[in-house]
């Protein structure tokens, strides 16, 4: 007869565990002329790691102390050629030096510095530019790897080619119709490769990012847009037609709404056609989120790209 007197012991479900945040600025020197990565570097690590749980057995547990000095002895010892290599070293020695260690993933968040014009000697300063914040998530179980890159905090705008009509207009509906007004949004986009771990096929990891973003603005610029959704689908679309490494987009896409101010209390007409004042409410947004495939590719970017 079975012994109920005592409840099963409850099953340890997914975990992992890593240092999170590593910053790790690593100067390059060429001369006078100094180089810059400035990095945020998280290490999260898997595998049987059933006994630190259930009995506090640390014999399988790589600290994570460890996982901190190895992030900043590798950007020492080998340099940052950029967030996806470096990730991707990262994430291929915790798994293939540590036997208990099954799956590594490795995030980064990567800050660009621009240099600063001077008449003064040598090449060492720099400012950080205001821009978007450019990402990667690396993920490797030994056998498989998964390349997510992405940036956010990019903030765009159109003030004019942009419509919003024809909508679904129900006893709750106020909006009035657009045909002509600002679209603004700060983009956070991520893209997955399709690279394998095939030498040959390594992307160049910086020159992808460059194209991927110079292809997105492009896109946001040049489309004349009905919708928040339609600029969406052909800043992806242009990504994937142009970037044959790339295999899977999803964008986040908070609409950054501009009111026209009511300035007839004045005895102003304040009208888009002649330029015109608007409010620019931060809440409450819009938010406008979608996966965009290459054909007969599947969907793994998670739908809450704050998951990434
Ligand atoms: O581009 C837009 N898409 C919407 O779905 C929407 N809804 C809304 O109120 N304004 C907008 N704008």
Redesign the pocket.
Known sequence: MADNSRPARPVLGQNQYGKAENRVVRITRDGATHHIKDLNVSVSLSGDMDEVHYSGSNANVLPTDTTKNTVYAFAKEYGIESAEQFGIHLARHFVTSQEPIHRARIRVEEYAWERIEHSGKGAHSFVRRGQETRLTQITYDGSTWEVVSGLKDLTVMNSTDSE?WG?VKDKYTT?PEAYDRI?ATEVSGRWRFNWTDDEQQTPDWDESYAQIKAHLLRAFAETY?L???QTLYAMATRIIDHRDEIDEVRFSLP?KHHFLVDLEPFGLKNDTADGAVYFAADRPY?L?EATVLRDGCEAKIPADLTNL
């Open positions: 919003f909508y909006l679209l847009s919708s928040l959704q609409n819009g406008i």
